[in-house]
Every structure is written in C-alpha cells, then in structure tokens.
C-alpha cells in the first residue's frame, strides 16, 4: 500500500479507512504498521486513540509511537476514556491514529459518534486514519442483522466511509480467522467456544467477507465512473461484468431476459439491466401489461429495469450501454421476415455494427423471422405528415386538370418540370414516402394525359420513357434530401438547446446565483418535466432538499428516471421518459446539483465558523470587561454597606448613602447595556414606530447628569419625527452618557437639533480629545473603549446606540468637532418621510426598555 502525503496547509485533512469483515481480521494492527512506516519516512504521527482488545501483537505495535492521553468521562458513577479531540488538535500533528470509527462516544462528550469528532480533526488539516468493520456501515445494517442474527447499534453513514480518500480492505479467509480465534489472539478464552459456535460460524464469515468486497468492489466502481466522466471517456472499460438486455416488451423478452441472467450470474458481482426504447412521441410500441411483467421478471432476476426515448432503437440501445459501461448487450434475432431483412437490417445487426468493443449476444427465439416490421418514425410533427400526404394524393390530380386546359400552350417538358416541383414541394411538407407517392402518381398522370399515345400507361417515343424515370429518381432523390435536412435541423436544435442549457447552468454555478432549488426548476423547464426533486437518504427514507412541479416522486421507485447525484442524494424525474441522448445532458445538471449542495454546504460550515468565531470573541471581551468594570462599583457598594453598619455622623452616612446611590446606578447602566446588546444581537428588539415630538425624547435622555454638564438646544417648533420614542431616548442617553464621561471636563456637552433634507439630525457636541482616525472605524464595535484607563464601563454605549438606532429606522454617525473634541449625528426620519426600518408587524408586542 502506498501511503498518500500529508494534506497540504489550509486544505481538510485525507481520511484513510481500513475496512474489514469482521472483528479480529487485523485492521488496528494493519493501521499501526502504517503508523510506523510514515514515522519511518519522516512523518509526523501520533496515535489519537487504539483499542488493543488485550491483544499482545496489537500493544508491541504501539512500541515507538507517541500515543496521546484520552479524555476521561464519568457517567453514572463509572469513569470512561474516549478520544481527547482538544489534545489532538493542540499537537497538530501530520497524522493521527483514530481506531473504532462507528464508535459511541459516552454522554457528555462533544459529539455522540467518534466519526464525527474524526470530522473535527479532518477540518483542521490533519490526516486521520481509522478502521470500521463491514457490519457498522448503516446500509447493511438490516443484511447483517439477517445473516448473524445480531442487530449492530453502533453505526457509521456509508457516505462518511464512500468519501474517504482512501479505502483498504483488511481481508482474511473465514477458516484462517476461526484458527486466530481459536489460538486466543482475537478474545479471551472463556469467549473462544461461544464466538466460533455462534458469530463466527464459516457461513456467517463468508457472508460478512462477500459484503465487504461487494461493497468496496461498488465504491471502486463509482470512482471509475466518477474517472471516465471526468476525462471525458466514452469507450466502456470492461472493469465490471455488465449485461444490458434489449426487451421490445414483445413474447421473446422473457428468454432474452433468463439468458441475459445466466450470462451476467457467470461472473460475480455483474449486473444485469433491461432496457426498453420507446419512439420519440413517447407513445408505447408494446402493451404496458406487458412491459410491467418484464419489468418484475428482471427485479426477480436482480436486475433493473430502464426506459428511454430514441428515434433509431439501434442507437438508443447502444448509447445506454455506454452511458452504463456495459460488457454486453443481449438482444433477439429480428421478428421481421427475410425478405425484410433482405431491404434493410434488423435490429440486432446494427447494433452489432454500432457497438464497438462491447460484445453482442444475438439470441433466437420462437418468434424469430416471423414477419413483425417495426414502422419507421419521422422527424416530421404530425400536422406536416398529414398536409404532406394531402399534397401528395390531391395535388397532382389539381395540376393535371390545370395543364389539360392549358394542353395547347404548354409542353410535356414544361409539364414534367412543374410535376417535378409539386413533388419538391410535397417533400418540404411531408418529407420522403408522401413525395414518393407524389412523384409515382405524378407519373402515371403524365404517361396517361400528356404522353404520346395519350389515354394509354405506353410510351411511344425512347427520349419520354427516359425523361420519366428521370423524373421519378430526381423527385425520389429529393425527397430523401429533405427528409434528411429535416432530421439534421431537428439534431442541430437539439445540439444548440443542451449546449445553451449547459452554459446556462455553468454560469450561474460559477457565478453563485443558482441555488439547488433554482437548478431543479430549470432541469424541469429545460426537459419539459411534469416535477423534478433534489432527494437525499435518511436511513430507510428520503428526505426532500429541493422540489419544483406538481406531485414530485418522493421515493426513487416511484419516478420515470432517477439521476445520482452522489453517495447520498438523487434526483427524481417525472412526467415523460427521457431519450437515451439526454443522459450526458443530465449527468452534467446532476454534477451542477452536486457543485451547488457542496458550496451550499461550505457557505453554511463557513458562516457558522464567522458566527462562533463571533461569539467566542464577544464572550472573550465580555469576561474581560466585566472582570475589570464590575469590580469597581460592586467593592464600592460591598464597602458602603459594610459602612452604614459603623456608627458615624449624619455628614459620613450621607455620604455613605450618596457613594451607594452613583455605584448603584453605574452598575444599573453597565447591566442595562448587556441586556440591550444581548436583545440586539438576539434579534428580539421590535420598535413600535409612531410620530413624536423631540420635547418627548431629549428631556428625559439628560437627566440625571451633573448640572451644568449637558446643554439643551432644541427649538420647540421642529416637526415630529417617525421613531420609537423609549428606544431613541436610549440612543440619545447612551451617546451623552459617552460624551460626559470621554469629554474630560472640557466643557459641557450640547446636544442641538435642526432638520436637513427629509430628515432630523440631533447633534451631541463635546470637546474632548477626540477619536484618533484610526479607531473610528471601530467606534461602534461592542467592548471598545478610547482608553482603559479612563472611566468606567464595558464599553458598549455606543454599540447599543448604534444597534437601537437601527432598529428605529435612524443613523448614528461621528465626525470631529471644530476645535477639537467629537459630534455625534443622530439621523432621524420625519414623520412625512419613509421609515428605513419597518415598525412592529400588528399582534406584536413592543420590548420594553427602561431608560
């Protein structure tokens, strides 16, 4: 095994699981020998967790590797030791050693499961390798349980193991690993006669070594796909035995089913898949009853069953087995007669002409050569055929009476170009069999009317004869041109339409515009679907991501069509059978669905990173602070208290008294300020708009400061603003309590008002030593103060002034008072102006905020 490279910086961590069929194959000791050659090559490695199950050979392969303590855990009185995820991440190292994979953490834990803690340590950059056997996988859960009779509670998704980087498979034949039981080297030896009697019996390890492989053997099979799609590879790779079966839904399908079961039973692990083509109009060309007996009969052979549209069977039938990258296709001899056969080839040849390296395997039957023509589609729409045989049938019978009035004026080479250009014109109608027709009744016209002897099918004159059949083989031969034109334009549109859907989708996935739901609402308008849906597998059920349409298929079986999105998720077609053409078109809008849930997925994973990141940097500052701020006024108060208790004069206890009242309200607005930046960052503060007068507001925002300290300029006759008035008189408290506080005692604080444009600016002026530049850009950040040395507080005023203002609709701005100092702008809509923030929605119930 050659052993991938540590990840890159910056990039998730490569997962490397060894996967084995039961307990005690090797996989721990497979994983630790790995340990040891990457630390033999240089890398770093340590061992995260490794349960040696008191196995000697087990622990001497931990000898020489740094093995990293385990986190204990108490429940109920017991002490556990799991993996320490925290100690993992503070070594960093290059590679970690994590065994058990569907492991159950103890209660208390970070995660209940270990693989996911595995995901935590991946999204750091640090390769993981663990071990998992068969019977923990989640999809085989219910087959474990059938062939041992024990039903696995510790489980792992199978998408977390199929998107490993890599998957070794730990194998060991059933009779070897009965003798490794019975030698004490998996369980102790009072275990020994109840394992090999019950769990391992030779039958139950050779069911649970089949899974294994079959399993890993599709996981393979998907990482070819994945290749050959990638690379653009059409030609099929015989890497797996596939049969495809052609069924017609006729009486022979039924054999050329049971055969193609023997041939695909040959090999183990091959899949058998019956196809049907239907024609391009999607009508059925065999009886439905008939098709869903065939259908059953492949399920009951292991097989599956699919449906597509094609013009040519031939071609539809081999486009399937490429997109599938079949082995072989099983088809029937030709129903059609010899002489039939004779005209044009059946089936079954062309097919073996347009297969390529994929074998064919014709199979008689009773019904072989028995004279069934399947009829020939046109390109054509409905309407044409039906105008073009009109034409054909009633125009030369109009044209033969027009020339016999005209017999005296016009020649018969006149008269053979003008039937010449009716049956050119029947062609551009009707196509290639009504201008046949036109040009054979043409000519029995012209040798009856208009060619010497005339009222006789003879031709009299060599040069007539010649210009006769002339005159058929050039309408015949236009004809087909036509036809052929007209299937060309059909295949260009078509072309045209899936690169321009492609493109479509390409862009918007590039550019980030299309959600999942946006792609399934085009892949249903692009394919004309009836509903389309975005399916992902929760255990036994599906759950729906996205949808579009009436009455989607909710499970798989229940859709036309079914595309794989990936490991877990699916999309469901219905309304109509799709051609055999359109599954690169969809394979491709599949991958798209894929990109768009992959970045959906990163974009949630990043903006939950921003917003813990956000949180643990709050909850930071917010310890910080209220360490350093809440100590001052609670010791005040704590020594005020214990004061009041002393016997002292009525000056000391009044002053005791006043010392308690200032630390009490500082402490009061340091905890109001919490509760407000926590109502914001919650997102629980409603205003309830209304038009108010700033006579309401102002006022009462000043009070409580020193006299002299705050100076009032607000003219009485301003008009009414649209605000919440106990939440702007917050904001305006908030901003002077700053202002007081920062101004140093330069000089009182003024706060003014005057209207400008559609809006109310209030002004709070102080001149203080200003904000630095610099810092402006972070003024209105929470726990952001001008100095720490200065004052008291948690530094979030303006942060609550700021958010609150928002909330009513208005904008707090700073700019540099003149002279020195800082002005703080209050924006506040006028009543007659449109508020920028909508008020309460009705039934709500306003926040109360105290001022």
């Given amino acids: 095994m050659t052993s991938a490279e540590p990840s890159a910086p910056g990039r998730p961590g490569r997962l490397t699981v060894y996967l084995g069929a039961a307990p005690g194959v090797g996989k721990t000791y497979a994983m630790l020998d790995e340990a040891h050659r990457r630390l033999a090559r240089g890398t770093d490695v340590v061992v995260g967790l490794v349960e040696d199950h008191g196995r000697a050979a087990t622990a001497a392969q931990l000898d020489g590797l740094e093995v990293l303590p385990r986190r204990v855990l108490v429940h109920r009185g017991v002490s556990f030791t799991e993996l320490d995820v925290d100690a993992v991440l503070a070594r960093a190292p290059q590679v970690v050693m994590i065994d058990e994979l569907a492991h159950t953490n103890v209660p208390g834990s970070a995660h209940a499961k270990r693989w996911q803690d595995v995901h935590d340590v991946l999204a750091a950059g640090i390769d993981v390798v663990t071990t998992v056997n068969v019977q923990h996988l989640e999809s085989l859960n219910d087959d474990v349980e059938a062939i041992t009779g024990v039903k696995q509670r510790e489980t792992v998704p199978d998408h977390v193991v199929r998107d490993a980087d890599q998957i070794q498979l730990v194998d060991l034949a059933p009779e070897a690993l009965r003798r490794r039981l019975a030698h004490g080297n998996v369980y102790r030896a009072e275990q020994i006669d109840a394992s090999l009697s019950q769990y391992f019996r030779v039958g139950n390890l050779t069911a649970l070594r089949e899974l294994a492989l079959l399993w890993l053997a599709d996981r393979v099979d998907d990482a070819l796909a994945t290749y050959r799609r990638d690379h653009r590879i059409e030609t099929p790779w015989p890497a797996r035995e596939r049969v495809v079966v052609a069924v017609t839904g006729g009486p022979e399908a039924d054999t050329l089913l049971r055969r193609g079961a023997r041939i695909a039973q040959r090999a183990a692990g091959s899949e058998l898949l019956a196809v049907h083509v239907l024609a391009t109009d999607g009508l059925p060309s065999a009886a439905p009853g008939a098709i869903a007996s065939q259908r059953r009969l492949v399920e009951s052979l292991g097989g599956t069953f699919h449906t597509v549209v094609g013009e040519d069977v031939a071609t539809a039938v081999v486009d399937f087995a490429r997109g599938v990258n079949a082995t072989m296709i099983v088809v029937g001899v030709s129903r059609r007669s010899r002489w039939r056969e004779a005209l044009s080839e059946g089936n079954g040849t062309e097919i073996a002409r347009l297969a390529g390296v994929i074998d064919v395997h014709l199979v008689t039957h009773e019904k072989a050569r028995g004279g069934r023509r399947r009829p020939r589609r046109s390109a054509l729409s409905p309407s044409r055929r039906v105008a073009g045989w009109a034409t054909a049938v009633l125009g030369p019978v109009l044209l033969t009476a027009l020339l016999s009035a005209l017999r005296d004026v016009v020649s018969l080479p006149t008269e053979l170009m003008l039937f010449l250009a009716l049956t050119v014109l029947v062609a551009l109608i009707g196509g290639l069999w009504p201008a046949i027709v036109s040009a054979v009744v043409g000519f029995l016209l012209l040798n009856w009317f208009f060619t010497v002897p005339t009222g006789h099918l003879t031709v009299d004159q060599p040069e007539n004869a010649l210009a006769l059949g002339v005159f058929v083989l050039v309408a015949a031969g236009v004809a087909s041109v036509v036809d052929l034109a007209a299937r060309r334009t059909a295949e260009a549109f078509r072309a045209r339409a899936e690169a321009s859907a492609l493109a479509a989708v390409s862009r918007s996935v590039l550019t980030g515009e299309d959600t999942a739901a946006a792609l399934v609402a085009r892949l249903r308008e692009t394919f004309t679907l009836s509903a389309v849906a975005l399916l992902s597998a929760r255990g036994s059920g599906w759950d729906v991501l996205a949808s579009d349409g009436a009455d989607p298929a909710l499970r798989p079986e229940d859709a036309d069509a079914v595309l794989t999105v990936d490991d877990r998720r699916v999309l469901t077609l219905t309304g109509r059978v799709l051609p055999a053409g359109d599954r690169r078109v969809l394979e491709a809008f599949a991958s798209q669905v894929g990109i768009v849930l992959e970045h959906d997925r990163l974009r949630a994973q990043a903006e939950q990173a921003r917003v813990l990141e956000q949180a643990d940097s709050t909850r930071t500052a917010l310890l910080a602070a209220v360490s350093h701020d809440l100590r001052t006024p609670l010791a005040t108060i704590r020594a005020s208290v214990d004061g009041l208790s002393l016997q002292l004069d009525p000056s000391d206890r009044a002053a005791l008294v006043l010392t308690l009242a200032e630390s009490t309200a500082q402490l009061e607005r340091l905890i109001d300020n919490l509760l407000d930046l926590s109502r914001l960052q919650t997102g629980s503060v409603r205003p309830v708009l209304r038009a108010t007068s700033l006579d309401e507001i102002v006022p009462l925002a000043v009070e409580g400061f020193p006299p002299g300290a705050v100076v009032l300029d607000v003219p009485e006759e301003l008009p009414f603003v649209l605000t919440d008035p106990g939440l702007l008189e917050r904001v305006v408290a908030n901003l002077v309590s700053n202002a007081v506080r920062y101004a140093g005692g330069a000089g009182p604080v003024r706060v003014s ?54 909330a009513v609709g208005a904008e707090v701005t700073a700019e540099d008072t003149p002279g020195g100092g800082l002005t703080m702008l209050v924006t506040v809509p006028l009543e007659s102006a449109p508020a920028t923030s909508g008020g309460a929605a009705p039934g709500d119930d306003p926040v109360e905020v105290s001022s």
């Fill in 753 to 806: 008002a005057a209207v400008v444009g559609r809006g109310m600016v209030l002004r709070v002026v102080d001149t203080g030593p200003g904000v630095p530049d610099e810092l402006k850009a972070r003024l209105f950040a929470p726990f952001q103060r001008l100095d720490d040395g200065a004052g008291t507080g948690l530094g979030l005023g303006l942060a609550v002034a700021e958010g609150l203002a928002t």
